[in-house]
């Protein structure tokens, strides 16, 4: 008897472990099927997706936990991470991982990929003029674009807390967060617009010649410059971005704390110094990876500006144009490889925090 | 007493302080909503800041020359000479200007300074993205015909569809991944979460090629299931980074008295945690909807260009490519395609000031 309801048991089990995801896939599929080939108003169209996708990954996960309830205990927590960790697992291995690895491989192969080189691309990466540029203007772009952001966001947070107009504040700084790329750029180009003669319609220019100065081409003829001229496009539209996450941060910081240092005859340097800089450590290492990484991978700004002119190449956009126009897959690989080397030392230091606290 | 009034004045110099910040953090968009409000010629001929009262030259009376003066010599004005290039750039004679009102009638225009400002206002640039451009186009029998082009309201639902999925979608995945990462023993758990923040850095542009031929094999192309995926992809090791952040700080006791109490995992997950973590969330999704819906590159290369499936980015970026160079256009579809990220913001604000957020804010 009772091995007879363990065997049904087990038959089951196959059962549900094969026909849940089976399940799952087709009906998916028959919706993408649906979608894809129907021609709804846009409107009840968007509606109908966006109900799809929230409520679609819901029911993947649900239903994949069910089936892994329905097994015995040991079994069941010794299933249920995949379940949880499975689905990123997949996606990230399919369109990043082995896209990756593809492009390690063909950072060792030349430019049509026919013949291996060995270290040759890396060679020519740090020694040809062009591709040294793109190395330089990167350095350029985390060590200032990091600093400013962290630095500014930082500093606004702090003196937002203790103004009188916090939100609005906080608003005008996040709102260039809410512009896309294209939309700045058109911002900027008001801003560094270039013309000669007296009548400017860019504001740097008309400011410099309000002041008696000579308008400049400050993208194109001050080099190297230009390169932060276009950095100072990054801070602005990322500072927002540190600020929330800091204000978060230090609205954290018990009161308590604050007021013994006070009464304690803290100065508020040193309060910040001795306070909040330690109590905010892993948030200011967290923001900083961040916008590190996002430094290193900058590209739209440089794209949208400039095109990558005038010596403003950064290796996102060299690596593009490498693969995309030069057909140069070698170069354009190592380009890729090179950048994720420069970040080691960023990820070795978050995995020390991790490790601090436990994991 | 004495520090009560030290700590007022501070907090005067911290408002004057974060004022100026303010001010030149708003000024560049200031100037583009300006800019949209104003009429094409105005736009590219001064600057937006001319809406404001200043000084400029007006011309007060007009010279006649003699018809027969040689523009190649010396031109006599009011007892004083200049060059023909002088003229055509303007010269300051007693605080007037002189400058060629009509040069080939001799016609020289005396300016002075004047108080003045350029209130040409318009929505005309805001009905025309909105409403589409209107094309003359000339049929091969010569009559005129006018053709509306493409406005943006197709292309707003088509963002809408885009990007809430490809908001919810990644959240979803990374919140579950970052909940095992951070209470789950498993084999393998170190490695994958190493691999996971190593791929942070992977510039989104490697993995372009690859998935566009599998998505081709797929028939993937050009759907939003296509594109949900891949912007999950690529959002999704910043945003399993910053749930592992918020959610490894929930204390250890709430886990272990529940656990008592025979809640399983999911139902500890989605009771619990998510819950718990709602400023963290918050915070996640407003940046990963900025990124989406501002987003060009991805969708430029899985979604195309066309108009069923056109998102408003590509809809901005084709104002400046295909037609020509229509900066009045630009500084309108600027603002609108603004308007939604901003409500996003304002909505979810609250969180933001409350907040434990993604960055391992202790709590």
Redesign the interface.
């Known amino acids: 008897m009772n091995q007879a309801t363990t065997s049904r048991n087990a038959f089951q089990l196959a059962l549900f472990t094969v026909l849940v995801p089976a399940l799952n896939i087709a009906v998916h599929w028959l919706i993408f099927i649906f979608f894809r080939d129907s021609d709804l108003p846009p409107v009840v169209n968007a509606v109908l997706a966006v109900i799809w996708g929230a409520l679609g990954i819901y029911t993947i996960y649900y239903s994949l936990n069910w089936v892994v309830e329905q097994y015995p205990d040991k079994w069941k927590n010794r299933l249920l991470p995949f379940i949880f960790v499975g689905p990123a697992a997949l996606i990230l291995g399919w369109l990043l991982v082995l896209p990756t690895l593809r492009t390690l491989y063909l950072s060792f192969l030349d430019a049509s990929s026919d013949k291996f080189v060995g270290l040759s691309n890396f060679a020519a990466v740090f020694t040809d003029r062009l591709l040294l540029t793109a190395l330089r203007n990167n350095l350029l772009w985390v060590f200032f674009g990091t600093i400013a952001c962290v630095g500014l966001g930082l500093l606004i947070a702090i003196l937002a807390d203790r103004s009188s107009f916090e939100k609005l504040a906080k608003s005008i700084i996040f709102m260039p967060m809410a512009i896309s790329m294209v939309a700045a750029g058109v911002i900027w180009k008001f801003i560094y617009y270039y013309q000669p003669g007296d009548e400017q319609i860019g504001l740097l220019n008309a400011i410099v010649v309000a002041f008696g100065g000579e308008p400049q081409a400050w993208l194109s003829m001050v080099q190297p410059w230009n390169n932060l001229f276009l950095i100072v496009i990054l801070i602005w539209m990322q500072t927002g971005f540190a600020m929330v996450i800091f204000s978060a941060a230090i609205k954290s910081i018990p009161e308590e704390l604050l007021e013994a240092a006070r009464i304690d005859g803290a100065g508020e340097v040193k309060i910040f110094f001795s306070i909040m800089i330690p109590y905010i450590s892993s948030t200011l290492l967290s923001v900083t990876t961040t916008i590190i990484v996002f430094t290193l991978k900058i590209f739209d700004v440089v794209m949208v500006m400039t095109g990558g002119q005038y010596d403003t190449e950064v290796v996102a956009t060299q690596f593009y144009r490498q693969l995309f126009m030069y057909q140069n897959a070698g170069y354009g690989s190592t380009l890729a490889i090179v950048l994720l080397i420069a970040v080691i030392p960023v990820i070795w230091l978050n995995l020390r925090q991790f490790r601090k606290e436990g994991f | 007493m004495r520090k009560k009034k030290g700590v007022r004045q ?2 005067w110099l ?2 004057l ?3 100026i ?2 001010l030149i ?5 200031f ?2 909503l300006v ?1 949209s409000f104003r009429p094409a010629a105005d ?7 001319n809406i404001f009262p200043h000084k400029d030259w007006k011309t007060v009376t007009q010279l006649e020359l003699p018809r027969d003066t040689d523009l190649r010599g010396p031109i006599e004005v009011r007892g004083e000479t200049f060059t023909d290039d002088q003229l055509r ?1 303007g010269v300051k004679q007693d605080g007037q200007q002189l400058v060629w009102g009509n040069r080939r009638a001799r016609v020289i225009d005396v300016q002075e300074k004047e108080w003045t400002a350029i209130t040409r206002f318009s929505t005309e640039n805001y009905e025309t993205v909105l409403g589409g451009k209107n094309y003359k186009i000339t049929m091969p029998d010569g009559t005129q015909k006018t053709e509306k082009g493409a406005g943006m ?2 292309s707003f ?2 963002t ?2 885009v990007s ?3 908001t ?2 990644p959240i ?3 919140s ?2 970052a ?3 951070a209470w ?3 084999p393998g ?2 490695t ?16 372009l ?3 566009l031929r ?1 998505y081709t094999s797929l ?1 993937m192309n050009g ?3 296509g594109i ?3 912007h ?3 959002g ?3 945003i ?3 749930m592992y ?1 918020a959610i ?1 700080q929930l204390p250890k006791d709430l886990f272990e008295s529940a656990f008592i109490d025979g809640a ?3 139902t500890m ?1 989605s009771r619990l945690v998510l819950p718990l973590t709602v ?1 963290a969330l918050a ?1 996640i999704s407003i ?1 990963q909807f ?1 990124w989406v ?5 991805v969708s430029l290369i899985f979604l195309g260009s066309l108009p069923e499936v056109q998102v ?2 590509m809809n ?2 084709n104002l ?1 490519g295909t037609r020509g160079n229509d ?1 009045h256009l ?2 309108a ?3 609108i ?2 308007l939604m ?2 409500a996003v ?2 909505s979810l ?1 609250k969180y ?12």
Do not use: H
Request: net charge positive; aromatic share 20%.
């Open positions: 501070s907090k911290v408002n302080v974060l004022a910040i303010c953090w708003a000024v560049p968009s100037g583009l800019s736009i590219l001929e001064t600057g937006w800041w750039a309201g197709r639902w088509n809408v569809a809430i999925p490809a919810v979608i979803f995945i990374a579950f991944a909940y095992a990462f789950l023993k498993f758990r170190r994958l979460f190493v691999t996971i923040i190593a791929l942070l850095v992977v510039p989104l542009q490697v993995a090629i690859p998935i599998d028939g759907t939003y299931f949900w995926i891949a999950t992809a690529f999704l090791p910043l399993t980074y910053f952040n490894s399983t995992n999911f997950f400023p915070s940046f900025l819906w501002n987003d060009y590159l408003l980015s901005i970026a400046i900066w630009l500084t579809a600027a603002f395609s603004m990220p901003l913001f304002f604000q933001f000031v409350r907040g434990l957020l993604g960055g391992s804010v202790k709590g």
